[in-house]
């Protein structure tokens, strides 16, 4: 008699552990607060062009499997979160709520309309730039000038400590005084007479050195074009104390966003018109407007609050 319990015991408990593992594989799908992490394709449905994707080669199409061929770059998202967790992000609504009931596997293409994606185009953010501008002929560079670190780490070959000396990239070594606690450091130029360096405003050659000041001319002569760190033109007119330039641009060329009262526009634009007056430059993000296709694939879920 006692086998026989002991028989239906096992078998009770075999069973539950069945179901028990049967209701938590249904109960693992992506649910909103969830982390979940992913693979996917992304490409414009009009155009079939590939825009984002984590496959780190670089010939993948929409045809790419997501299969175990590829080394990834996984991205993790929370899911309908008013807040991201730490170390994730959040991403377009149309895709989040797709990822909504998946499982860990499961791959589907998705499609998201601008309403769900990026949105439409604002044209508050198409620009007219006036073709003729000027730049100044002279430039002042004091011999010692504060300048933000973040910045000037961009700018140096070594280490900016007090005390070290640096190459100043595509200009000359500088000595590091100071830093304060905002972050601001303090440098001594060694400029080199002669010398032709970039600028904002483009190539500007060392004319004049004193104990205070290093004075800077613009270096190139009328009819050349310039290329800037922002702009390109074509030299106009050289005049006393400043330079008449050209903006030369073709349709389809990128512009850089450099209008501080287009804060919301996106980093570059695309030339759309070119008359003599002006260039017109859209800078809206260029998904705007544009329904999209993923290929998703969901490869972690992890639980809110777990």
Not at 11 to 36: A, F, H, M, R, T
Not at 164 to 185: A, F, P, Q, S
Not at 276 to 284: K, L, R
Request: with cysteine.
């Amino acid at each position: 008699m006692k086998k026989i319990i002991y028989s239906v015991t096992l078998i009770i408990v075999i069973i539950g552990g069945c179901i028990s593992g049967n209701e938590k594989e249904k109960i693992e799908v992506v649910e909103p607060g969830d982390i979940v992490t992913i693979n996917f394709i992304g490409w414009e449905k009009e155009t079939g062009g590939i825009f984002d994707t984590t496959i780190q080669e670089e010939d993948v199409t929409k045809e790419t499997e997501l299969d175990d061929t590829h080394k990834y770059t996984p991205q993790r998202i929370t899911v309908k979160a008013a807040n991201p967790a730490p170390g994730t992000i959040r991403t377009l609504p149309g895709l989040e709520e797709a990822l909504i009931g998946m499982k860990v596997g499961e791959e589907k293409i998705v499609e998201v309309p601008p309403e769900k994606g990026y949105g439409y185009p604002d044209e508050n953010q198409i620009k007219k730039l006036e073709r003729i501008q000027e730049v100044p002929r002279y430039i002042n560079v004091p011999i010692i000038e504060k300048i933000n670190y973040q910045y000037l780490e961009k700018m140096v070959k070594g280490e900016i400590k007090p005390g070290n000396t640096v190459e100043l990239v595509e200009w000359w070594d500088v000595d590091i005084l100071n830093i304060d606690k905002d972050g601001i450091v303090e440098i001594k130029h060694h400029p080199i007479m002669d010398k032709v360096v970039p600028t904002y405003y483009g190539p500007y050659r060392v004319i004049e050195i004193t104990e205070n000041e290093i004075k800077l001319e613009f270096s190139l002569k009328e009819g050349e074009k310039l290329q800037a760190a922002t702009f390109k033109a074509i030299v106009i007119e050289i005049k006393e104390e400043s330079v008449v330039t050209k903006l030369d641009y073709r349709v389809g060329e990128s512009v850089r966003n450099t209008l501080p009262e287009c804060e919301e526009c996106f980093t570059f634009g695309k030339v759309t018109e070119v008359t003599d007056e002006y260039v017109e430059v859209d800078f809206n993000f260029p998904l705007k407007g544009k329904t999209l296709l993923f290929k998703v694939k969901v490869i972690d879920i992890e639980k809110a609050g777990r």
